[in-house]
């Protein structure tokens, strides 16, 4: 908790540092005269000192209340909300896929250490980290280009065009079809990220001596692998996850712009092209939030999963 | 709060077994960490020597060959090309002398942010880790004790006018739906993980259960609630307790140098990076009169933000060294603090920070071109990996070769840098798995 009145003071005090003040926007617009700027200056407060400001704000924010945006008038609140469906649509997609796939490969890998699969694994796991998100979903798209897969790029679903009559209604395919890419270009990366993490874990786990006793016991090499390994290699794995959850609300600000999704990334991305201020602070301090929530988790359920672990 | 509790504990060295030869030995051992030091030594060369290299000017525009269409790479179109081996990009410049620009750049960038996150994280790490548990004098204890008292008294006042105030002025109410529940209930889990945490016998399972158990009284208190603003007095009450429980750690942190870097560190670990990124790269943008980023400004931004993790590093690294034999012998000699911190300590520190160090390179020079890719970054005319890929969406139909080499020069360094940075690790420290 002080943790976060700190970081919400921080990034009060980053955001609030910007030029426009938070009325950006207003600024450029030719319509408005400065005797306009000093009356929404002093309707909206933004006349009074920073730290009152502050503690009028974190007040409003402790009422789940965020503010309004500045270019459209939108609760900030509810345009994040609004947002919240199509990236854990995209973000459950991709982690899922990564778990699934990160997994196996780390677990085929750690099996068959230093022959050719292993190496296979590692190279790969690398190049996925090495890898610029956007350049890959370009790739991608030049890929598709070149081979003619009529694979849709960007949007959550089909616009509707002019002899669709009825636009709104929901297609399974199509939108699954606009998942692909999308979903595709995230756990690559996050694919990556599994398979080292199991890979190293598990070999840690195969030099135990619990695992000798085991192989001693005479019991064979599936059930030593999956009912005495396997259990303690996810241990990290499960602390990686509860890390890497925050992003399930958070989005992805690059693929999500590139490919045009509707989610919390390009939301941010779209605010801060137009200095907005409000969402800004909200997106921003809701993500840390969920950082530091996670954090308290991983911390707990690692210590719940593994009694080895003390705190002090 | 321990964020990623594993590297809270002391970091083993093993320095028998290390030392510089055997270490040499295992990286040349290391194939692919040797391919990536060619690799990467070919990339400095060039963007040392670009100014000599490149073909042609990398911001001139070819009047000759570019009217406007598209201009291939040599081995697509011989005839056209004109000697720009890898084509013209989409505004009519030299690719391959933009790439070649682009990497001094972009590696610029990379090493400057990581010595300037090495410096900052490096001290405030060796600070932490050195005094992190120092052991109490007399002297220090009075001292820590009016420290620790005028903290107690400051800060549960505080909680409770904050209290006060916050009641007073914004009364919680429950029927405000989700957002007040969630509140609460986090409120509720941490003031008893927090009580409970401090409390022998310290069992896990028990610091879960209890904050678990807190959630629901949390989450009970504000159901119990409907409608009403919560009363003056309860917000009054939790205000002092949970005032007080600020303080009592505060007070004992500020016997320890090390809780309040450890806090600050925690701050900027917990906002998401890029975001913040983006967030000051644009209003610095905004605000400056020339409307466009200078390169010095991106380093001092990456670098002052990515600290932290070099600093928990550190830290660790640190709790562990002290506690030697030749840090103890150091000290008994009469060395002061400054000159055991750099030039006992910090050597034997060097082979976990070499590793971090250069697979931050990597992670910056990504970084950087995501930012540049959205217009946050390296501002145009001047060239970098990752502004040279900003404009590539809308041309990839027609001129593939302008989105393909930037990426392959990140890809291929980066990758490079990687494997360096493992082969690295399995040299320095012999105990890691790889």
Partial sequence: MPLLFLISMILFLIIHSAPGGGLGPYLQNPHITPADIARLKHNLGLDQPLPVQYI???????????????????????????????????????YLIAMIVGISAGLFAAIRPYTTWDYLITTFAFFGQSMPVFWLALMLQLGLAVHGIPLPFGYLIQLPSAEMSSSDTFNLGDRISHLILPATVLAFLNIALYSRFMRSSMLEVVRTDYMRTAAAKGLSFRTILFKHGLKNALIPIVTVTALTLPGLFGGAIVTESIFAWPGEGRLFITALGQEDIAVLLGFLLINATLVVFFNLLADVVYAWLDPRVKYD | MALAAPMNQPIALDDEVYSKVTAWKRFRRHKLA???????????????????????????????????????????????????ILGLDENGRDLVSRLMFGAQISLTVAVSAVIMELVIGTLLG??????????LTWKRFSWGLVVFLAWLALVTFAGGAAGYFIARYFPLQTHGGLPQLIILTLLGAKIAFDIVKNIPPKSPRKVAIVTVAGAMLG????????????????????????????GFQFGFGLLRVDYVIMRVTDVFLSIPLLPLLLVLTGIVAASSTKASLSFETIVLIIGGLSWPGVARLVRATYLSLREREYAEAARAVGNSDARIILRHLLPNAMAPITVQATLDVANVIVLESVLSFLGFGIQPPTASWGNMLANAEANLQDQWWVAVFPGLCILFTVLAINFIGDGLRDALDPNAIR
């Fill in chain 2, 34 to 84: 040797m391919a990536g030091v060619v690799v990467l030594a070919i990339m400095v060369f060039v963007a040392i020597f670009a100014w000599k290299l490149a073909p042609f000017d990398p911001n001139a525009i070819d009047e000759v060959h570019w009217q406007g269409n598209p201009v291939a790479p040599c081995f697509e179109n011989a005839v056209q090309c004109g000697h720009h």
């Fill in chain 2, 126 to 135: 060796a600070l932490a880790g050195y005094y992190g548990t120092v052991t």
């Fill in chain 1, 56 to 94: 009028a704000w974190l007040g409003q924010v402790l009422r789940g209340d965020f503010g309004y945006s500045t270019s459209n008038s939108e609760p900030v609140f509810n345009a994040i909300v609004e947002r919240l469906p199509s990236t854990f649509l995209l973000m459950g997609t991709a």
């Fill in chain 2, 219 to 246: 989450y009970l208190a504000a159901l119990i609630l409907p409608g009403k603003p919560i009363a003056t007095d309860v917000m009054i009450i939790v205000g002092v307790l949970y005032g007080g429980l600020i």
